[in-house]
């Protein structure tokens, strides 16, 4: 099992940063794929980035391309992602995911735990 908790949501101005970052425990941290996903109301979950077991290889949606990056820390169990020139189009909430595959998966079926989210409002 693995449990997940997000932090560092709220509200920023159009234009503003934030930075979000997902506490793991529960099971070995530096075996699992981590990723983070956002979910708008009415819509689907989104992927937004991902990141290998070793933080060596990411994998970045074209949506957020050049504005999110995901970091990890696996001394500290965390994984945190920096969220730059924010737009009013990024409101969701926002969750945390964790992945026993190999390989980064881009879909929600490739993550088999889920933090709660964390709400994320961008104002115009």
């Known amino acids: 099992q693995v449990q997940l908790v997000e932090s560092g949501g709220g509200l920023v101005q159009a234009g503003g940063s934030l930075r979000l970052t997902c506490t793991a425990s529960?099971?070995?941290?530096?075996?699992?794929?981590m990723g983070w996903f956002r979910q708008a109301p009415g819509k689907g979950r989104e992927f937004l980035v991902g990141?290998?077991?070793?933080?060596?290889?990411?994998k970045t949606a074209d949506s957020v391309k050049g504005r999110f990056t995901i970091s990890r820390d696996n001394a500290k169990n965390t994984v945190s992602l920096q969220m730059n020139n924010l737009k009013p189009e990024d409101t969701a909430v926002y969750s945390c995911?964790?992945?026993?595959?190999?390989?980064?998966?881009?879909?929600?079926?490739?993550?088999?735990?889920w933090g709660q989210g964390t709400q994320v409002t961008v104002s115009s």
């Open positions: 990141i290998s077991q070793g933080g060596g290889t990411t």
């Open positions: 995911a964790a992945s026993t595959l190999t390989l980064i998966p881009t879909e929600v079926q490739g993550y088999g735990y």
């Open positions: 529960g099971r070995t941290f530096n075996r699992l794929i």
